[in-house]
């Protein structure tokens, strides 16, 4: 079974020990609604930050008994629709959003000793140029960073055929240079190795060809680069002599903890390493 990004998210809930208070909605809201209903509003307090279905709301007014006023789509998220019974998340540490990012951070980083195969078919130069700038990647939006192998079609041919007749010129946009340009209409396939794609959201799973071995590392960086972020709000000035060795959250402790997860994941992103690519692969970069 594919593993969604909510799932990773909650595995990094899980990690920061991220147990916000647990409310649902007791009636349905529109995207562009300002009123939340509740059962009970006490439980709620003016500029309290709250998620649904990871839409983060700030509450500015408590009118009554059981609603709530809100501003919408705050802290980068977006405005959405939301049933009755739709959970709300009450001051969470972090918001999905955030966590979404760290864990798309989490990707890049296991990249390129876990890395994706990729196969790109596209239409080649007109039969005359012998410049090709080189396709995007689906979903990353970036060139094949690692090509090891190019295939053409030729028009009226069933067959692709392996040409090593090619270079690759590096520039702020790379591109293969032919040293015969394929004939106009055909079809060039590049095979190479990338990084893996993005989540753009939460109902996105993650790629199958990622290891199963590997499934809790970008967990693992994105719980490091969290609290990493969080020391900030641990940080100040202290004046004068202060033994800070009782303390339960010590200016510098939430980044020392980051940065043995980071090496942890260092570890693991080592021992889950994929096969080294084939020496003639060619970087673009």
Known sequence: MATTAATLIQRTRRMLRDWPEIDVTTASIASNGTTLTVADSTLYFVNELLELDQEVMRVTALPS????????????????????????????????VEILDAL??????????????????????????????LPTMSGISVA????????????GDPAFRKTDAWEVVRSENPFIKFRRPPSSG?????????????????????DTYFPVNAANL??????????ASGEAGRVRVDTGTNDQR???NRVGSSMSAAQALLQRFYQRRSDAAMA????????LF
């Not at 980068?76 to 998340?89: D, E, Q, V, Y």
């Not at 055909?186 to 799973?205: E, M, N, Q, S």
């Not at 970008?218 to 609290?227: G, H, K, R």
């Not at 080294?276 to 970087?283: G, K, L, Y």
């Open 65 to 96: 008994g059981t609603t709530l006023t809100v501003q919408r789509q705050m802290r980068g998220s977006t405005a959405a629709s939301h049933s009755s019974g739709a959970t709300i998340l009450q001051t969470p540490a972090f918001y999905s």
């Open 104 to 133: 798309n951070d989490g990707l890049d980083a296991c990249f390129p000793q876990i890395y994706r195969p990729v196969a790109l078919e596209e239409t080649g130069p007109d039969g005359t140029t012998y410049e090709w700038n």
């Open 144 to 155: 094949i960073p690692y090509l090891y192998e190019i295939e053409v079609k030729e028009s």
């Open 186 to 206: 055909a079809t060039i396939r590049l095979r190479g190795y990338g990084p893996f794609t993005h989540f753009a959201a939460v109902t996105d799973t993650l």
């Open 218 to 227: 970008p967990v693992l960086f994105a719980v490091s680069e969290l609290l």
């Open 246 to 248: 009782e303390q339960a």
């Open 276 to 283: 080294p690519m084939p020496r003639h692969v060619v970087s």
